[in-house]
């Protein structure tokens, strides 16, 4: 019997290459006769385009070319297109204002693509793009959701003269505000949800070429999901058929979200490189990923709970506004709402839900999914209020969440989804022992002594990942599939390449998805190699993102397995001259049951390939399978976060002294690899709550974050030692039992540090404090409380 | 970055030369505030003079209550050095909590004075300690050294050779950082030398500049009580998007008391 390899904390197969600087990114590609680019972009957040005049740059030394929007226009080159469409309350579809991929008439950003300057040296192509001069009218510009609908607003496209995208809604309004008209309490939280900027290590880049001997382009990209990025840029901005785009997106630097979408560069050079002729590299600066990668979150939310005398939750009624920027990025409209408002029944059984979302353009970078998307908004409106509820009823905290808690399953919320599997006191118990929820009085005088202010917060979060039932997300307005691929090539002596359609970007699939083969097939894990990232290698794939890899790709690639050792089965019958029905696959052999007789992977493998004797007469030589995977359901991953924060009053700083995350997954492939996902999840969420913030200036729409002298992300000395642990319900639906992991932390841990600080300073009035938790904000509030009065 | 001439002189009178030849000539020293300006275009020096080839620079040495450290004199260095360890730990301790372990093995004291970043920590050090810099021409006040915002009472072709601090019988360093860049939002130096009391703060204005009251309490009593009530008004304090002049004026209070608690404590 083999050792079990699910389960087991194998170190990543692919750290080596990253570890010793030999990986290869996107940057690293070098093809003969490169030229490089450097896009001009607007210096200004609205401005109308009078005219730009590129004579000098186009004879600057090197110069290659120079393109602007009109070149693109008259090139019919269509505007990138939005993967997603909402349909209002009115039942009228969306408002999709043109997104060129070169500005025409307008710049709507500070950031937004003017022009490319295209050159033998990238020097040369910046020294270039100095020399082109644009005349612009600048125009007065709106960045804040709050103030985009307000009257006398600059309208950011004409074809939305309110600055509104959609006003969209779900559930039953009706029911909500009988409810309330009940309720013995009515707790209120109005708040912003911050604007984050993405941060991957290594920057959006992509190489394009373009070959006249096949007519045919290929694109390397920083692209979490290759094919989609296929489908969009060939079928509906160039025009080309599929198949004469080739997408690679090599080893890649992280992407939160950020590298999901359709881009405007990647896009202008894959048409450049045909009009140039040459191969042609460009690699966004820092500065150029802080302006234009598409950005997170964004909402004004006023949130209000309705409970009855026992701190039983009667409905919940949302309000948010939701910034989109500029212009639609590929999933933006679905991110407030598909992926937030369904979301709002969180753990509870909270029987009536209405959500209202008002989508706003501003002249802000596009924003769009990050790590969570949609999920930390609705985690941090429930758990707000759960928390804040719980204070002015007296309840406890625990216990208000443990009486509300869903424990039937399934269970279906008012808002669409339909929970499948999960044990929500489960996960709290266990945090709250991991935490030492019991000795925290004892810290907090001890803490009180030194003169600092302890507090405690929960987050009980849930996530809906997997994306997605494909019916059920067109029915919602997707305008793609939301399956995976994946194929199982078994090589004549036993040893197996995968490949899948979803993208490792960090996440470690090279390592979770060869046990997931391994396991299987009975052979050892170096025995697997995964191919990834590549639609001229890979059947299809619709790529990663949503906690959907191991639910989605991996469950595509269980079921090619099925497969193969369906096929194995009929060779081996064959050659162990044995009926099909007594043939069972166990420990990597086909074995004729109660005998010893038996035929191994290798053996059934070189006879598919080597088919001397083999029944070809009845099967296909080769041993090779494929499989799409449609999901039935999301998957519910759920948990209970606990973080203690001790508060400098005199200074307002606020430090994370204890966070604990007790995460249901489900079953788990790597644990090492699973814990690093939380460990990662968990910075960035804690960084929401007291570090980041994209800041615009109200005034001049300039970027104020711009560079990480004003961006504050974490670091290591930011962040405790985190408390990790997990229990588990298996998924119902997949046949693995897996959920997902590479959000949670995201989504958890923002609410449950607020709850924290909220937590140290309650008793000196506090009520709420606006993310992020700055030193200030916090110095700010426990000035301004009133001492002696409990929120 | 654009284009430029570089050189490497071997003497401080080629440097000075060099620099005088060519208008806008720069002197480089650790680069660590010159290179990122060159590289986001910032800044278009036709010439830079490096002076990481001038031995005359560097060195660390006590002659007697003076500790005197060269221009050329890398943050890590100073940091490291028994000298300033033993002669003034604030400083070495200043010295390691400067930027990140890069900027520390390049950056240098005489290129952070030159340069006179408002938030920088070296010259809190020199303006407490009431330190003299010497230059290629002459020998500077601390007090008449910094002028402004990035304004130094340097000449164009001027170059620091070395600073001379007074052993102070107590000192601490106390900064208060900005999340983002690190940099201080409030950093307070607290010197007493040979019975006089010096307090600097960088970082909350657009230039290092001494607290006269605090000095005042606390040459009646060296204790974080004597200046509980002693605020700068928040007028002439930086005001942004992590820090406005109101909270960085609270700040100064807070972070300076602090700074006497260090030096009581010598740790």
């Known amino acids: 019997m083999n050792a079990p390899v699910i389960g087991q904390s194998i170190k990543r197969k692919e750290d080596y290459r990253f570890l010793t600087g030999t990986g290869t990114y996107t940057d690293d590609v070098t093809l003969p006769g490169q030229t490089h680019a450097c896009f001009l972009r607007s210096p200004h957040a609205h401005a109308k385009i009078r005219g730009i005049d590129t004579s000098r740059a186009r004879a600057a030394p090197g110069v290659v070319a120079v393109f602007t929007g009109e070149d693109l226009a008259r090139a019919r080159v269509n505007g990138l297109p ?106 209120t939280l109005e708040f912003i949800n ?71 560069e990647e896009t202008v050079i894959t048409w450049a490189a045909k009009q140039v002729g040459r191969p042609i590299k460009w690699t966004a600066e820092r500065s150029e990923s802080f302006m234009s990668d598409a950005h997170g ?53 909270t029987p009536a839900i209405y959500c209202e979302v008002t989508a706003v353009f501003t002249h802000t970078a596009p924003v769009d999914a990050y790590r969570g998307a949609g999920r930390p908004e609705a985690t941090y409106v429930v758990e707000r209020l759960v928390e804040t509820a719980a204070r002015e009823m007296g309840i406890d905290r625990a216990t208000i969440r443990r009486r509300n808690f869903i424990t039937t399953f399934p269970y279906q919320t008012p808002v669409a989804l339909c929970y499948d599997t999960g044990n929500y006191d489960a996960t709290l ?78 996440q470690g699939h090279e390592t979770t998805f060869a046990q997931v083969v391994a396991d299987r097939l009975g052979i050892p894990v170096e025995n697997v190699d995964v191919v990834h990232g590549d639609t001229g290698r890979i059947l299809f794939g619709m790529g990663t993102y949503g906690s959907r890899s191991i639910a989605v790709g ?32 166990r420990d990597g052999a086909f074995q004729v049951a109660g005998t010893d007789r038996k035929k191994t992977l290798a053996e059934v493998a070189l006879a598919a390939y080597v088919p001397h004797n083999y029944p070809l007469d009845r099967l296909e030589p080769g041993l090779n399978e494929s499989a799409f995977y449609d999901p039935t359901n999301f998957t519910y991953p759920a948990g209970s976060h606990i973080c203690e924060v001790e508060i400098d009053p005199e200074t307002g700083v606020t430090q ?20 690093g996902q939380v460990h990662g999840g968990l910075a960035q969420g804690i960084g929401q709550a007291l570090l980041e913030g994209c800041v615009y200036d109200p005034e001049s729409g300039q970027l104020l974050t711009g560079t990480y002298m004003d961006y504050a992300l974490p670091r290591a000395d930011d962040l405790p030692s985190f408390k990790v642990g997990t229990r588990e319900t298996p ?61 | 970055m654009y284009a430029f001439a570089y050189h490497r002189p071997a003497t401080l009178k080629q440097a000075a030369s060099l620099l005088r030849k060519t208008e806008g000539a720069k002197a480089l020293s650790g680069g660590q505030s010159l290179i990122p300006a060159l590289k986001m275009r910032l800044a278009d020096p036709p010439v830079l003079v490096d002076l990481g080839g001038i031995a005359e620079l ?108 007074p052993l102070p019988t107590r000192a601490a360093y106390v900064k208060f950082r900005n999340p983002a860049s690190r940099y201080a939002i409030v950093g307070v130096f607290v010197a007493e030398t040979a019975g006089r009391v010096r307090v600097a703060v960088t970082g909350a204005a657009s230039c290092v500049f001494r607290v006269k009251p605090m000095e005042k309490k606390l040459a009646g009593k060296f204790a974080p009580e004597a200046i509980a009530k002693v605020r700068v008004a928040a007028d002439k304090l930086n005001s942004d998007i992590h820090a406005s002049a109101e909270y960085r004026s609270h700040l100064i209070t807070v972070i300076a008391q602090r700074a006497v608690t260090a030096a009581l404590s010598g740790k």
């Open chain 1, 194 to 264: 911050n604007r984050l900027i993405p941060n991957a290590i290594e920057p959006r880049a992509a190489v394009a070429s373009y070959a006249r001997a096949d007519d045919a382009y290929t694109l390397y990209v920083t692209s979490q999901n290759p094919h989609v990025e296929r489908l969009l840029m060939a079928a509906f901005v160039l025009g080309l058929p599929e198949h004469k785009l080739r997408v690679i997106a090599p080893d890649v630097g992280g992407g939160f979200g950020s590298k999901i979408y359709l881009y405007a």
């Open chain 1, 429 to 506: 118990t266990a945090a709250i022992e991991l935490a030492d929820v019991a000795g925290f009085e004892a810290r907090r005088k001890a803490a009180a002594q030194r003169g600092k202010l302890r507090g405690l917060g929960y987050s009980t979060y849930i996530e809906a990942c997997g994306l997605a039932p494909s019916n059920i997300a067109g029915a919602l307005g997707a305008r793609a599939g939301l399956f995976e691929a994946g194929e199982i090539r078994v090589h004549p002596t036993g040893s197996v390449t995968v490949f899948t359609g979803s993208h490792s970007h960090g």
């Open chain 1, 656 to 675: 994370v002294v204890n966070f604990t995350a007790v995460d249901d997954f489900g079953k788990i492939i790597n644990p090492m690899v699973v814990e």
């Open chain 2, 58 to 165: 560097r060195g660390i040495r006590l002659e007697g209550t003076t500790l005197i450290i060269g221009a050329m004199a890398r943050h890590a260095e100073v940091a490291a050095a028994k000298e300033v360890m033993t002669g003034i730990p604030a400083l070495a301790q200043l010295a390691a909590g400067i930027g990140d372990r890069q900027v520390r093995n390049l950056g240098t004291l005489g290129g952070a004075l030159a340069n006179n970043d408002p938030a920088a920590d070296y010259p809190a050090a020199v303006l407490a300690l009431d330190a003299v810099i010497h230059t290629n021409k002459r020998a500077i006040s601390a007090d008449r050294f910094f002028k402004g915002l990035m304004e130094t009472a340097l000449k164009p072709d001027e170059i620091i050779t070395a600073v001379a601090f």
């Open chain 1, 731 to 791: 998924c119902t639906h997949n046949p693995l039992g897996v959920k997902g992991c590479g959000e949670a932390g995201a989504i958890g841990a923002p609410a449950a540090v607020i709850n924290a600080v909220v937590d140290a300073l309650a008793h000196l009035g506090v009520r709420d404090i606006e993310m992020p938790a700055t030193p200030e904000r916090v110095w700010r509030a426990i000035r301004s409380a009133r001492p002696g009065k409990k929120a």
């Open chain 1, 297 to 349: 979150r964004d909402h004004v939310t006023r949130a209000e709970l309705a409970l009855d005398q026992d701190g039983k939750f009667l409905a919940l009624r949302v309000a948010t506004t939701a910034n989109l920027g500029a212009y639609l990025s590929t999933f933006a409209s679905c991110i407030p709402t598909i992926l937030y408002a369904t979301l709002l029944a969180g753990q509870y059984t």
């Open chain 1, 554 to 585: 991996g469950t595509a690639i269980v079921k090619a397995l099925d497969k193969v050792i369906a096929k194995g089965v009929k060779i081996a019958a064959h050659l162990l001259e044995a009926a099909e029905a007594d043939i069972e696959f």
């Open chain 1, 82 to 187: 939005c993967g997603w469409l909402i349909t209002d309350v009115n039942g009228q579809p969306m408002k999709e204002p043109p997104h060129p991929p070169l500005a025409q008439g307008k710049v709507r950003h500070v950031g937004d693509q003017v022009a490319v300057v295209i050159a033998e040296t990238l020097n040369q192509a910046k020294d270039a793009a100095e020399l082109i001069e644009v005349d612009y009218e600048v125009l007065p510009a709106v960045v804040s959701p709050a103030d985009a609908r307000k009257p006398g607003a600059p309208v950011v496209h004409d074809s939305a003269p309110d600055n509104t995208c959609y006003v969209w809604a779900l559930g039953d309004k009706v029911a909500v505000d009988q409810a309330f008209a009940q309720a013995a309490h009515v707790t």
